[in-house]
């Protein structure tokens, strides 16, 4: 019974280290099935996570957060796509940059609207997501197995967790069941073949963009909204990075994303659950060691476990009409 | 005037200092096939992509039907009953080919529904012009023939009228072609318009029911079909007359340059492409091998070269082994006088980023000719680049310019000059005027008769069944990886076409 207790709790984290990856990962779906790869989920998640943080403390609202992170994710997307789409510049530098220019201006903003060095304030209660629990969840805790995964896996998330997974299959249905997703899947192999057929392939890639922006957008208001009560700078700690693994290592299809990010979020449960705990065999591990266990699994399964990844075709080419 | 589908009224066309399209004037009749005929760079495409509204035209008139039109994109190039089918396909090739057709004709936002009835017309569109595909079928699993049908759908599926053909056989195998050549016949018969654009002067005449020729943006003329020549036509394109058959006379062949013997080849998944093939070469002679491609010939040619690594077998090089089975070294086979054009110049033959001169040494780089100490000698280079374009008669005549805005006849005489000019003993040369204009072959043709009255050993790869009857002394046709023939260039093209099927090769190896 120690044991299942253990698992799950360690389930439970990992369904709250996951959110934030699989809005990022899902986020660079779109896109990059578009053809424009985004370096800059991570950039962007942040600077969500920031505009969340500092609009949520000041207007005391966690939607007028939520708007403000869609904003701004939003915003530094379009500035993706208008690098990469209309100037056809290189995308990765683009990325990159954004990555950078939010990476400082989160910490030179916040410690001049704040001074409380780069973070945002604490939020109030009203000011952040609550947790959402299921009828009769604490009664329901006491029933032999059943009972903690309904009370622990299922109930007791926040509104953007349900969401995050509930996107999977939106997602999935938006690229496979409508036209605007068999369009977008098209125009990331064969650009000239949307354009031939008489659809612009400037507007549609900056649909996707924007989609992008919008799932960004949630990533950042998790991390500070719902995960923590406030912005921290350098809050997401690389999890765009993690996503962008993720979504290679799933083959850019929707429910191997959500997989994916499930594995991910495992590892670095895992991770935080084992510090401190000595393994047999082994013994005592370094803390460091299960901190880095996630980035060498992506190494490692990026590295050949998977199989062969085939991004899509046009990805990273700006689009030239040209004879 | 009702019979005319689409007329083009003082079309011009200029990109910065390049007039492409001059006050071009065209009307193609109604259920016709009209070809447009020009060398490559004559303004063909510029003047199609202007039609399907991928360029604006500087000044000028559409008329479809009677009624001025304003091709602004695609979108209303397609609304105007214009289909078109690209030389390089558009089509998404990880989509089945319901999903390539349907792609931007969806009815509504949601797919379902119209997946229903797009698979219902495509079943009807299938029967009433005999064009049979799978509509579940992935692209990339098709045969290049298929594909283009899947194009032809499409436009199709759009209601269009008019149907562009932009160099449709560039890609296909000589089946495929007369095979696309029965459905546009069919097509014509439904009443549908087509364009053909084309540079293959067979083609014209073999389909075509009028032909307009460009010549350097202007449209020169246009004849019935049934009232003019070959001979003709190239004139009007080239602008001078045109010697279709290079005039070549007795050849004296010396000793054996190269000599291959037994020599088998596997490819990467273990398929035996050349099957123990043997022949001589001698100097001062032509040996041309024909064939369908994929019969083998590629590969044959990149295991002389010492480019692809061979199973078994030996080749001689004047009289001296070459390992062609172990360590292999185009660079010392070049050394000792083995010159090879290759088949592909874009991707095997030439670096399209690098100056022209840089890809005339290409290869003979480490000749001391071109070298200072351990740098390269610019100045030589240019030099010896300016000597060869003035001998080849590239155009535009500057060493200096990238590669890649050469035209094609252009990039292979660069390969050519680098190649011809070492003064090799054994030339071996894969496909010389794929994607070349009338006026270059000519002259690759000539240079390539010099170099055997010359004295050199010419082994000549080509799926061109008339450039091999004009040039080679000996013929040696390929089916299925062995030499199912040896012909002289006086036997028949059915004679041949026989071999090249495979018919007749079986008997004679088997008396």
Known sequence: ?323 | MDNIAIELRGIDKSFGPVHANKNINLKVRKGTIHGIIGENGAGKSTLMSILYGFYQADSGEIVVDGRPVSIRDPNAAISAGIGMVHQHFMLVENFTVLENVMLGAEDSQILNKGIAKARQELKRLEKEYALEVNPDALIEELPVGLQQRVEILKALYRKADILILDEPTGVLTPAEADHLFRILGQLKAQGKTIILITHKLREIMAITDEVSVMRRGEMVATRTTGETSVEELAELMVGRRVLLRVQKGEGTPGDVKLSVQGLTVKDSRGVTMVDDVSFDVRAGEIVGIAGVAGNGQSELLEAIAGIRKATSGTVLLNGESVDVTGHRDPAALRARGLAHVPEDRHHVGLVLKFEESENAILGYHNDPRYLNGVFLDIDAIRKDAEEKIAKYDIRPPNARLKTANFSGGNQQKIVLAREMERGPDVLIIGQPTRGVDVGAIEFIHKRIIEMRDQGKAVLLVSVELDEIRALSDRILVMFAGRVVGERSPDATEGELGLLMAGVEGRKEAAE
């Open chain 1, 1 to 323: 019974m120690d044991f299942f207790h253990v698992l799950v709790v360690l389930l439970e984290s990992t369904i709250r280290v996951s959110v934030p990856l699989v809005f990022a990962a899902l986020a660079g779906l779109f896109t990059e099935r578009a053809g424009v790869f985004d370096i800059g989920l991570e950039g962007k998640m942040l600077g969500a996570a920031f505009a969340a943080g500092a609009a949520a403390a000041v207007a005391q609202s966690v939607w007028i957060g939520l708007i403000a992170a869609i904003l701004i994710s939003v915003l530094l997307s379009l500035v993706h796509g208008y690098a990469s789409i209309t100037q056809r510049g290189n995308q990765i530098v683009s990325g990159v940059a954004i990555n950078f220019i939010v990476a400082g201006s989160t910490v030179i903003l916040g410690e001049a609207w704040f001074r409380q060095g780069g973070r945002t304030p604490a939020l109030a209660e009203g000011a952040r997501f609550q947790i959402v629990n299921f009828p009769g969840a604490d009664a329901a805790r006491e029933v032999p197995i059943l009972g903690p995964i309904y009370a622990d896996l299922l109930s007791g998330h926040f509104l953007l967790t349900y969401l995050a997974f509930a996107m999977v299959p939106i997602s999935w249905w938006i690229l496979y069941r409508t036209r605007f997703g068999l369009r977008l899947r098209a125009v990331g192999e064969n650009p000239g073949a949307v354009d031939t057929a008489g659809i612009s392939v400037i507007w549609l890639r900056y649909r996707a963009v924007i989609c992008c922006g919008i799932l960004c957008g949630f990533a950042g208001a998790y991390l500070s909204l719902a995960m923590t009560a406030g912005f921290v700078k350098g809050m997401t700690a690389g999890k765009g990075y993690i996503a962008l693994a993720a979504l290679i290592f799933a083959k850019w299809r929707p429910k191997n994303v959500m997989l994916a990010c499930l594995l991910f979020g495992f590892l670095d449960a895992l991770a935080i659950r084992l510090q401190g705990t000595p393994l047999p065999l082994v013994g005592q591990v370094p803390v460091q060691l299960m901190q880095a266990l996630p980035y060498i699994l992506t190494v490692i399964l990026l590295a050949g476990f998977i199989g062969k990844a085939i991004p899509p075709k046009a990805g990273g080419v700006p689009y030239v009409k040209e004879r």
